[in-house]
Every structure is written in C-alpha cells, then in structure tokens.
C-alpha cells in the first residue's frame, strides 16, 4: 500500500470515531473538549500505533485502535493547555478553545481529553498485562511533554540554549509521545520487549526530527498551508535549532524580532539559506530519521514496517 | 483502633512517601507540583482508600498505598487548576501555585501531577484486571470532577439553582473522588463487584456529604481555622445548598453580597439560624452520611469497615 492513501484511511476511520463519540455535545465543556479534536489533523500518532500493532503482530491494529485514539486525544489536550500558556489565538486556522471559551473552560477541555486518553487505552483488546504497561508509558509521556513545555518556556528568557538542550527539550516535547505511540502500538500488539524498546526508540528519533521540521515549516511555508502566521519563531526570537545553528555561525538575527514583512523574512531565509543553516538543520532531521528506521531492524519484515519508515521520512519531507 | 490516630497514621505515612517523592525537586515545575502536595492536609482519601482495602480484605492496604497515594495526587491536581479557575490566591493558609509561580507553571505542575496519579494507580501490588479497572474508575471520576467544577462556576450567572442541580454538581466534583477512593480501594484488595458497588455508592453519598459541610465550614469558620477567607461563599453570592434553601425559604442574602464585617457575617447566620436553614442543611449531610454506612452492610464485619463509618462521621462533623 501507498503511505498517502494508507494515512487517508486512518485519518478518515479516526475523523469518524471522534466525531461519533465526542462530536455530538450540546455541553458547553463537552463542545470545547471536541472543537479541536474534531477540527482535522493529519492523525499521524494513531497512524503510527496502528502501524506499529500491525508491525509486530500481522491484523492486531483493529484490536489497539481505541489506544491509536488515547494517543490523538493525549496530542490534543498537550495543543489546548499549550495554547492558553503561549496566549495563541489560532490553530489549525481556528480559533483556540481559550479564545472560542474562556480559559478555564479551556483549562477543563483538556483535563477531559486527558483523562479520556487513560479510559482509551483501557479499551483496546489487549492483556490486561499490556494495558497497564502502556498506562505507565502515557504517564510517562505526559510527564515528559510536560517537562519539554516547561522547558521550552523556560527558553524564551536565554538567549544561551545549546543544541543539546534543544535536542533534549523536544525529546520531551515532540519525542515521547511519537515513542509512546509506537511503543504502545507494539505493546499492546503483544510484540516482545526488544520490538517495543525498538518502536519506542524509532518514535523518539523521528519524533524530533518531526518537530525540526515543524520549526522549518513555521520559517518557510506560507501561513495558508501551515494555518499559522508565517516566521512566528523568527519574530518572537524562538531558540529553535535554526537559531542555535545560526548564531553559532556568528549569524545575528536579534533585528528580526519584531513585526516583519514579507521581503524581510524572505531577506533572513536568504541569510541562513547562504550561511547553509537551512540545509544543514535539514540534514540532521534527515539523519535522525534514517536512524530511527535502522531501530525498525528487528521487526519482520512487512508491509506495515515498510510503512514505518516511510511515514518517519514523511514527517521531514512535509510542507505543513 | 480509634479514628484520629489512625488518620493520623495514614496522613504520617503518605506526607513522608510524598516528601520522599517530590519534596526534594530542585526544578521549578516540580517544586511547584509538590508545593501544595507536601503542604500537609489531611490525606482523608488516601485513609478511605485504605479502610476500604483492608474492609474486604484484612492486611491488604500496604499493597494498595500506592493507589492511596494517586487519590491525593489526582486530589490535588485538581486543586491547583481550580485555585487559577477561581481566581483564588489562597490554599491552606500559603499561596496557591499559580501566584507563586504564575498560570503557566501551574497548569503544567497540575498535569504532571494527572499523570503521576494514573502511574500511582499501576505501582499498586494488585491483578492486571483490577489495576485496568482502577485506572477507568479514575479516569471516569476526573471526567465527572471536570464536569462538576465546570457545572460550578456556570451556576455563578445564575440565581435559579435548584437544590437537585446543586446535588448532582457536588456528586461529581466532590462525590466522585471519594466514590472512587473507597471504590478503587476495594477493587485493587480484590472486593467483589458487590461490594467494590457498595463501597463507591458508600463514598459518593458521603462524599457529597463533606462538601455540604465544606459550605457550613465556610460561612461558619474563622479563617484561622479554615485557612480560607471567611464566608466567602456568601460574599459571592455562591449557590450552595445554604443559599439555595435560604432562598427558597424567603430569605434575601443579596444585601451581603460584598466586603463584609465580621459583624455582619454572624447577622447573616443568625438570619439563617433563625431560618432553620442551617439546622435543615447539616441533617442533609448527617443522614447522606447515615445512608451511606448503611452501603456499607455487605462487608464483613471489621474494625476497618468500623472506621469507614467513623471517617464519614468526621467529615460532616469536622471544624475545618
């Protein structure tokens, strides 16, 4: 199968099941907890269990695809609390909840997202054994998205941020729960503990490649494909890789910081383009990929895991 | 055994797992997490949690503590993003963790703690089966807790609250943790279905019964003693079931609704007093608390079943 129309497939079975179980609400908490979650996304986390589940164990991603959902729900109640810290007004093109609500409202949408991903997991068709591990890998992840976002907060006032300590902050916040994603696919899947360490590893590495390229998208693509403003990062002084490297390179970018027009953005890619940032960035994003896939080795061979390593290509291949 | 040492047992042990936990972060997201954790309290669902193991099986509780524990992990979660709900600067008498820190820090610290508790859930020496249903009755009872604070402050614009609406939103942002504490408590020391019902039909209704007294509590407390500002409620114009009954009494409060002197809070009581609305409200919660001992008859008999009925009579008792 094709990687497009495969993630076309579980996008739509997906769409289907959130607006069937979530999209009905009359409630104005239960409206808010829906409004993003039901908006559309490209659904790559269930993707990315349900490749994982099939990967490991042929026909078993029906089985885990209430935890392919845990896995949505988690991303979405991570988007809506950090939309409130970092005073958001948009996404995916609409307004945040914050702003369609109030922020405690936004607030309680997603501590009901979050605990709908835990009751989520307890759902699929798995040991009983395995759902209590892949529990404690969710637990895990949030603490860690919770760290990545504290984290990257804790940025916006350095202006010394290393790329290790980049690296590290979106390990956490992009990172773990593509690793959880995978991890828990193969897991409940009933693969063995190598597999899982594998799929776990593969999520992280090609999770932070994901993010890299997201900071990339955020510079370049126009904000109609990327639905948000366009060079955000460059405007606010964001420490992204592209940053790190630049002033590295003994680049100074500090008179980008404010509102810029269109030719000024396109003046700053043209400075990071020529003192080869872009390309480089773009490089280790690559590299992460390609050994993340290596991680899929121990895997039988298959369709599924042939599939794995095409969707890890994708998330740095991506316009928006 | 008698009821406070043993409370105080329970609150001993699970302050020092706590402390031991989180007390010694150095990192500001898990100082503000353990802030308002390691601040004390009376780890009143930690103590049902454990009656409620040892009730259906003697001895059992040590293997369950960890569950204990989550009961006041997800307790406190949810203090810290209903204290930046509310707008309230003050809990147990230090500020709360949102003006120590600031909104960021503290929806972050609350979602760490949310994860924590689900982990907690899992470390419990307990069969897969009943840690997976454990895991839904908690997530189940953080999704009624959302609810019900959401209920809250929607009554907030609105005079017209009936005294059964106000019952339902008690039930789940108070009811349901306790339901869930005796109900967990028993599931995991491997109580049968009967009885693992009962004991959660026991700690809703008792639980509903604690908040009716956190209401009396409020208006009748000094804040030396309650840690809180005193007659808050009143001050709001808040609907609880005071205020309900007061109104369907005949009894118009909406003078007091503003600063108040110490003077005119006990003119009010009096008012109430004289009303018999205050007499009326504390029968609601004795005989909440009589009906829900009686849940408590399909336990055999034991000190510890003894003592959920002694606990339950403590919380509508209780001074603060």
């Known amino acids: 199968m094709e990687l497009m129309p495969y993630l076309g497939s579980v996008a739509k079975t997906t769409d289907a099941y959130l607006i069937r179980t979530f999209g009905s609400a009359s409630d104005n908490l239960y409206r808010a907890s829906a409004h993003l979650l039901v908006a559309g996304g490209k659904r790559l986390r269930p993707a990315v269990a349900m490749l994982a589940a099939d990967a490991v164990a042929p026909g078993r991603s029906q089985d885990i695809f209430p935890a392919a959902v845990a896995l949505e729900l988690t991303h979405t109640f991570t988007l809506i609390h950090d939309d409130i810290m970092d005073g958001d007004s948009l996404r995916r093109g609409a307004p945040t909840v914050h702003k369609k609500w109030d922020e405690p409202t936004a607030i309680l949408a997603g501590d009901v997202l979050y605990a709908r991903a835990f009751e989520h997991i307890c759902l699929a068709k798995a040991t009983e054994k395995a759902k209590v591990r892949a529990v404690g890998m969710l637990a895990t992840a949030c603490i ?47 693969g063995s503990e190598e597999q899982v360490e594998a799929l776990y590893r593969y999520g992280m590495k090609t999770g932070i490649a994901f993010q890299i390229q997201d900071d990339l998208i955020d510079l370049m693509a126009s904000p109609e494909k990327s639905g ?78 042939r599939l794995l390593g095409e969707i890890s290509e994708y998330f740095v291949t991506r316009g928006h």
Chains 1, 2 share one sequence.
């Open 228 to 305: 948000k403003d366009r060079a955000s990062d460059l405007r606010e002084g964001k420490q992204t890789l592209i940053m790190i490297r630049a002033k590295a390179a003994g680049l100074d970018l500090s008179e980008y910081r404010k509102e810029l027009t269109d030719t000024e953005i396109d003046e700053a890619i043209a400075k990071l383009e020529k003192a080869n940032i872009i390309e480089g960035v773009r490089q280790t994003a690559f590299s992460l990929v390609e050994t993340g896939k290596r991680d899929l080795a121990v895997l039988p061979d298959s369709e599924e895991r």
């Open 144 to 190: 860690e998205i919770c760290e990545g976002q504290h984290t990257d907060m804790s940025f916006e006032n350095r202006s010394d941020v290393s790329e290790e300590e980049y690296l590290s902050m979106v390990g956490k916040k992009t990172g773990a729960l593509y690793a959880a994603s995978a991890g828990i696919g193969g897991l409940l899947a009933g």
